[in-house]
C-alpha cells in the first residue's frame, strides 16, 4: 500500500511539473482527495454529544447530592465524605467570592498534598476563578515570579508555607490556621455564572526564554476531557484512584476531578510519597487502589519491586507524561493483570488528546499514543501547514474544544503557537502548534517521534533547555552555557556545558547551589562539564555531537576528598560508585552533586 501511494505521489508531482512549470512545488498537491480526506476527516471524526455549557464543580455537585455519605476522600488516617468535601468546599468558594473571587479570576494555591488542597481546588471553581498551583518546593525566587506573573487575587497556603512566600499585594489565606473563620461561611450552594470558555486552571511551563509561563485552560476543554475519560474508562463507586502526582502537573487535574464526578473514592499519597515505590505498594494495597497513573521512568522502578504482586486490585493504569518504550509495556505485562493505557497531551490543552490501549506482543514492537479523544483533532503537517502522507514524520497540530486559550500575558507567543485553524469552516477555531514530531501509523494511530525543538521531558516534567541555559548565564563566572538531555542507562539526564571564565572557574556545588536558588529540583542538571570553548563545525557554527560526555570521575566540590575510613563507609561508597558511575567517592560526598536524583536513589 505504501508503494503505491509512492507512485501516486511521484506521477502527481511530474504532472504537477508539466502543467505548472512556473509554480512553486510546496504548492502542488501530493496527496489523493480520497488520501486527504482521510487524514484531516475520516480520522478526526470525533464529535461526541457531551454536556459542555455545564462549568466543572457542577459535575461534581450532581455525584455529591447522590451519594452524601459514601467516602469521598483518604488521607493517611483523615478522610471526607462527598457532603463534608461539598461544605467545606462551598463555605470557602462563599469566602472567596467576598474576597474578589469571580470569573476570569487568578488564585494562587500554594499547599503540600492534603485535604486542604483538595478542598482548596474544587473551592476555586465553586467561586468561579480559577486556580494556579505553585509547587511549595520551587525556589522563592520561582515562586515570586510566578505569583507576581498570575496577579493573583489571593493566595491559598498552609500557615507553615506563609513565611516563605514571598510579599506580594496578593491577599494570603491559611486554610489550617484561619479555618475557624471560614467555618463560619453560609453552606448554601452557589449559583454559578460561568460560561464555557472561562478558565478553570493555569499551569506554569518551563519557559525558553529563561522565565516560566502560564498555560490557559477553560471549562469547556477540562470538561469535555474528564466526559470522555468515564465514557472511556468507565469508573464506578467500587473504584480507588490514587492521586499521587504533583499538582502542577496537569495529570494532577484528571485525579483530582475525574474520580469524585463518578462517585468513586480519592486516596492521597502523601507528600513527596510518589518517589517510593515501596510505599506506593503498601498504599495500594492498603487502600485497594483500582486506577493510577504512572511517567514511564517512574513505572520503570515501580515495575524492580520485588513484591508488586501485592497490586492485585489493580486493574488500570494510565501512563502519559513521556514516549512509553515497547520494553517497558512487555515488562509490565509480564508482572501486573491490569490493563495498560497510553496518553498524550501538552500542558496547553485539556491534560490529554490522545488515547491509546496497549496490547501485549504486538507485531509492531511499537507503542503508539493513539488515536484523538471525544471533539479532538490532530494533524500531522509539514512546514507549509499541509497534511503528510501515512508514515511520513511531520509536526502534530490539535484542534477541537480541548485547545487551551494560551499563554497567560504572551500575545506574541500565543499568536505563534496557536494558529488560525486552516481545516475549519468554523470562524475563530485554532490549531495547537505543539512541536512535536509525529506520524500516522497505516490504521490511523500516531507515532510519537520526538521533539522538533530543544525541548525535553524527563520523569515527565516539561523542561524548556533554555530556561536552565539562561539561568546558568546568570551565574558571575559562567561566560555562556549549553544544556543537553543525554541518554544514559537510567534514563535521560540533563547534562550542562559551561564556558568558565579562565580566572574564576565555579565548582560544581558552586553551580547547583546557584541552581537551586532560581529551579525546580527536577530542572537541575545531572552534571556540569567545563569545556574551554565550544566546538565548531568547518561552517562554524557549534557542533553539539563534538561535546564531550561527563567523566566518570569525581567533579570539583567544595570541599576535599576524603576517602572511606571504615569497612560501613568502605561498602556505601561502593554502592553509590556502582549506582552513579562515578569515583572515587568520598565521605563527605552530596548525593545529587555527583549527578543523583530521586530514581538513581
Excluded at 174 to 188: F, K, N, P, S, V
Excluded at 390 to 409: F, I, K, M
Excluded at 499 to 528: C, G, I, N, W
Aim: aromatic residues 8%; charged residues 20%; negative net charge.
Amino acid at each position: 500500500a505504501q508503494v503505491a501511494a509512492l507512485g501516486g505521489y511521484y506521477a502527481r508531482t511530474l504532472t504537477a511539473m508539466a502543467e505548472h512549470p512556473h509554480q512553486p512545488y510546496t504548492a502542488a498537491a501530493l496527496l489523493s482527495t480520497a488520501e486527504r480526506q482521510q487524514l484531516v476527516t475520516t480520522w478526526n471524526a470525533t464529535h461526541t454529544a457531551y454536556d459542555l455549557e455545564q462549568p466543572l464543580p457542577a459535575l461534581f455537585d450532581a455525584r455529591a447530592t447522590g451519594s452524601p455519605e459514601t467516602i469521598a476522600l483518604l488521607f493517611e488516617d483523615q478522610h471526607l465524605t462527598y457532603a463534608e468535601l461539598q461544605r467545606r468546599a462551598t463555605q470557602l468558594a462563599h469566602h472567596l467570592q467576598r474576597l474578589g473571587v469571580g470569573p476570569e479570576v487568578l488564585v494562587g494555591v500554594c499547599l503540600e498534598r492534603s485535604l486542604e488542597m483538595v478542598i482548596a481546588l474544587y473551592a476555586i471553581v465553586k467561586a468561579g476563578g480559577a486556580y494556579v498551583p505553585l509547587d511549595p518546593t520551587y525556589p522563592p525566587e520561582r515562586l515570586a515570579y510566578m505569583l507576581a506573573d498570575a496577579h493573583a487575587a489571593v493566595l491559598l497556603t498552609q500557615a507553615r508555607f506563609a513565611e516563605q512566600v514571598p510579599p506580594a499585594s496578593t491577599h494570603i489565606l491559611c486554610l489550617d490556621r484561619d479555618w475557624e473563620r471560614i467555618a463560619q461561611e453560609r453552606e448554601e450552594p452557589l449559583a454559578y455564572h460561568l460560561r464555557p470558555e472561562n478558565l478553570a486552571y493555569m499551569i506554569y511551563t518551563s519557559g525558553s526564554t529563561g522565565l516560566p509561563k502560564g498555560a490557559l485552560n477553560t471549562h469547556r476543554g477540562i470538561v469535555n476531557r474528564l466526559l470522555w475519560m468515564q465514557t472511556a474508562y468507565q469508573l464506578t463507586p467500587a473504584d480507588v484512584v490514587l492521586q499521587k502526582t504533583p499538582f502542577s502537573f496537569d495529570v494532577s487535574v484528571w485525579e483530582f476531578f475525574w474520580p469524585l464526578l463518578a462517585g468513586a473514592r480519592l486516596v492521597l499519597a502523601r507528600p513527596e510519597g510518589h518517589k517510593d515505590s515501596r510505599y506506593l505498594i503498601d498504599l495500594i494495597e492498603q487502600a485497594h487502589v483500582t486506577t493510577l497513573h504512572f511517567v514511564p521512568s517512574m513505572l520503570q522502578v515501580f515495575l524492580t519491586e520485588p513484591d508488586i504482586a501485592r497490586c492485585h486490585s489493580l486493574r488500570q493504569v494510565m501512563c502519559s507524561g513521556e514516549a512509553l518504550p515497547f520494553a517497558l509495556q512487555e515488562r509490565f505485562f509480564s508482572r501486573l493483570s491490569a490493563a495498560l493505557h497510553n496518553l498524550y497531551g501538552p500542558t496547553e490543552a485539556a491534560v490529554d488528546v490522545t488515547h491509546w490501549t496497549c496490547q501485549p506482543h504486538n507485531a509492531a514492537g511499537l507503542v503508539p499514543i493513539g488515536r484523538p479523544i471525544a471533539n479532538t483533532q490532530l494533524y500531522i503537517l509539514d512546514a507549509h501547514l499541509e497534511p503528510v502522507p501515512v508514515g511520513a514524520p511531520g509536526e502534530l497540530y490539535l484542534a477541537g474544544v480541548g485547545v487551551g486559550r494560551g499563554y497567560h500575558l504572551r500575545p506574541a507567543l500565543t499568536a505563534e503557537r496557536f494558529l488560525p485553524n486552516p481545516f475549519s469552516t468554523e470562524l475563530g477555531t485554532r490549531l495547537y502548534r505543539t512541536g512535536d514530531l509525529a506520524r500516522y501509523l497505516p490504521d490511523g494511530s500516531v507515532d510519537f517521534l520526538g521533539r522538533a525543538d530543544f525541548q525535553v521531558k524527563i520523569r515527565g516534567f516539561r523542561i524548556e533547555l533554555g530556561e536552565v541555559e539562561a539561568a546558568l548565564r546568570e551565574h558571575p563566572h559562567v561566560q555562556d552555557a549549553l544544556v543537553l538531555a543525554r541518554e544514559g542507562e537510567a534514563g535521560k539526564r540533563l547534562v550542562a556545558y559551561l564556558v568558565p571564565h579562565p580566572e574564576a572557574a565555579p565548582t560544581v556545588s558552586d553551580l547547583r547551589r546557584f541552581l537551586q536558588a532560581k529551579l525546580p529540583e527536577y530542572m537541575l542538571p545531572a552534571a556540569f562539564v567545563a569545556v574551554p570553548a565550544w566546538p565548531l563545525s568547518p561552517n562554524g557554527k557549534l557542533d553539539r555531537k563534538a561535546l564531550p560526555a561527563p567523566e566518570v570521575v569525581r567533579p570539583a566540590l567544595d570541599h576535599a576528598f576524603v576517602p572511606p575510613r571504615t569497612p560501613q563507609e568502605k561498602i556505601l561508597a561502593d554502592l553509590w560508585a556502582e549506582v552513579l558511575r562515578r569515583e572515587p567517592i568520598g565521605v563527605h560526598d552530596n548525593f545529587l552533586e555527583l549527578g543523583g536524583d530521586s530514581i538513581l536513589s
